[in-house]
């Protein structure tokens, strides 16, 4: 558990010293966190392996349509992998988050000057798997609610302001207004259902808990976390457009196949789906264990302003990166 310091001043951050802080303290647990990393994607190649034999399946069975008795083998085949491919997913889903938490873990230790090593953070955090991947599953539950009730209230606006008023121009820019506040809004919620899994992997707290823990730590605080957050998705976004321009390309140079159904586009686009999920998983590699990074510090800080949880990163006259760069030098020594 972290060390409270009781009446001890905290020292909260601002938004370029949180992503100071997660950059330089990635920087110099990179190795370790790779390793963490390589892991985490190993348990995410098991179901895409079972992917792709659905879709090589299916190019065979796109080859037989004049065999029916082979066409309805495969298809019984596919059929019969399906639940297998999505109940690895889930598995292998929450395996790999265990892996990906533990990296939080891990950063969040090093900041409050406590290291922890690798096969610690697994012994502890193991257990529990399912409360990470509930977590999330409720997170995304409640923001589905929420977007669902933002693009209702959108609509109903904009269809009783078409009823009244005749104007296109007029609508045009409500809608913009009404789409823009939805966006806002849905933003907002995020940030504050932002960080469910540190809660239960530092403090141990139960599935529901963990989701009024982060909406109590983000409470006043929501422009600050999406401002991090939209930072580091500025860093990283060209990554994840990279990863996915070969299903782009794909769609936009067979959609007149696509719109008559063509079997061979349609098997296409599953194929460039499939490589750019693996590329979307190398670049995970690199990219994830930053975002964890910056969810412990923000974690952290959020915990500093609210309970006076003071990092104490800088004391003695040295900055945060001076100060994380110590604490790395010491848990690398340590494992």
Not at 84 to 106: E, S
């Amino acid at each position: 558990m972290a060390r409270s310091f009781g009446s001890a001043s905290p020292q909260p951050l601002s938004v370029g010293d949180i992503v100071s802080a997660a950059l330089t303290l990635y920087r110099s647990h990179l190795k370790q966190y790779l390793g963490i990393a390589v892991r985490a994607t190993l348990w995410l190649l098991l179901p895409m392996l079972g992917l792709g034999l659905i879709l090589g399946l299916a190019v065979l069975m796109a080859g037989a349509e004049s065999n029916l008795n082979g066409m309805r083998d495969l298809i019984g085949l596919i059929v019969l992998l399906v639940p297998v491919v999505i109940a690895l997913f889930i598995y292998c889903g929450a395996k790999a988050q265990v892996n990906w938490v533990m990296i939080a873990w891990l950063a969040y230790h090093d900041l409050i000057q406590q290291p922890e090593g690798i096969q610690a953070g697994r012994r502890l955090l193991s257990p529990r798997m399912w409360r990470f991947f509930w977590a999330q599953v409720l997170v995304s539950l409640l923001l589905g609610v929420v977007n669902f009730g933002l693009t209702t209230t959108q609509q109903i606006f904009v269809a009783s302001a078409a009823a009244i008023f005749n104007d296109g121009v007029w609508l045009a820019g409500l809608f913009t207004i009404l789409y823009l506040a939805s966006t806002a809004l849905y933003a907002w919620f995020a940030a504050r259902w932002a960080l469910p899994e540190l809660p239960i992997a530092v403090e141990n707290v139960t599935v529901s808990n963990s989701i009024t823990r982060s909406w109590d730590l983000t409470k006043g605080q929501a422009m600050r976390v999406l401002t991090v957050l939209f930072i580091a998705l500025i860093v990283t976004l060209p990554l994840y457009v990279l990863a996915f321009l070969p299903l782009l390309l794909t769609v936009i140079s067979t959609t007149a196949a696509l719109s008559v159904g063509n079997t061979t586009a349609i098997v296409g686009v599953f194929i460039a789906l499939l490589l750019s999920l693996l590329l979307l998983l190398c670049l995970g590699l690199f990219v994830t264990p930053f975002w964890q990074v910056l969810k412990a510090v923000l974690y952290y800080d959020l915990r500093s302003r609210r309970e006076g949880l003071d990092l104490r990163l800088r004391s003695r006259g040295n900055t945060i990166s001076d100060q994380i760069s110590d604490s790395a030098g010491e848990s690398d020594s340590e494992t």
